[in-house]
């Protein structure tokens, strides 16, 4: 396990971990919506506008060069990162929401009426809405995987689900809501068995889990770089290359295409077909050096220590009289540090803005889950969720926060 000393060296590295919140020290608890940026990030911004901003992939002058071979690099470093076969089946995309959207568009001459499209009700709204939408464009019907109290998927439901006229199944990995890890190599298997293609949503993965696309034998994963210490604004797909080659373009103009007449127009090779217009260049290639922090620090590192800080604070919060958690009653070893509760019958907004006023940012409301919210019949939850530079500290003053706001709210 990292030392205390260790993980104040990694805090040093966060900047913004030294504001101050209403003249209280920021404690960030709200990682799976977004992390904070290392100064190795913040400074690739800075040093890729000084010193090689340009379009890539055109003119042949010396920056646009430069920019190319650094965009192709990080292409590649990602591949690696999650142990794809190609660079060509990395497409950069906004993030997970516009990759999804892609697929759910591109699918869209192979769903006719009456083909089943399988979701389950803790996604992420964006891992819904597109979905949604085909079904009603082409008469296509969703089903909806349920859960357990305890946040489980009902994998019944599921294998009641699935058949041959499933086309695609669409499942995240890790929920956002629950931390829950899904058992996606199970549903895969499963799925390819009936001839359905597989989607996993694993936008709360990376820097949780080692992945491994092949191993998992996926057909598409998605997720963005601002929930791994990244920058906003981008992410990927990833998609088999026999796949993809198979899909049509989900946007078209410059960069997608190889010759254009007005007769007739082709389009490029994989990934630049799913890559229409100038890219977030500088997005692409400030993430190179979130991956380089994060296999610094390695990932089997940050997950143990996040673990740790997981366990710590599920023992502690759970001895708040009146607490509500949701998802907790399982196995630690496929949660992620995630951790969503109600307070008594508190509005999840009012005890959120206390421990906003002391310093603590968290996320309250439906977090982008309103079926899950549903499900549990609550409006909202208050959400916790650890990075690398959480501690044992602010665990115990969140803790001590949350009584007094129970003292405030409950009087
Ligand atoms: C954050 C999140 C998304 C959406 O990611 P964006 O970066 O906003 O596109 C989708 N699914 C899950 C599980 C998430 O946590």
Redesign the pocket.
Known sequence: MFSEKKIQEIRNQFPILKEKIYSYPLIYMDN?ATTQKPVKVIQASQNYYSTMNSNIHRGLHYLSHKATLCVENVRNKIRKFIHARHSSEIIFTK????SINLIASSMESFVKKGDEIIISCIE?H??IVPWQILCKKKGAILKIISIYENGFLKLTDFEFFISEKTKIVSI?HI??VLGIVNPVKYIIDKAHKYGALVLV?G??VPSNLDLDVQDLNVDFYVF?A??MYGPTGI?ILYGKEKILEKLNPYQFGGEMIKNVSFDKTTYSDLPFKFEAGTPNIEGIIVWGAAIDFVKEIGISNIQYYKKELLIYAVKRLSSIDGIQLYGNSIDISVKSGIISFNLDELHCFDVGSILDRLGIAVRTGHLCAQPLMNFFKVSGMIRVSFSIYNTFQEINYLFESLLKAKKILLK
């Open positions: 799976a993030g997970a929401t516009e992420h964006s891992n995240s929920s956002n949503d936008a709360q963005s601002h929930k992410g």
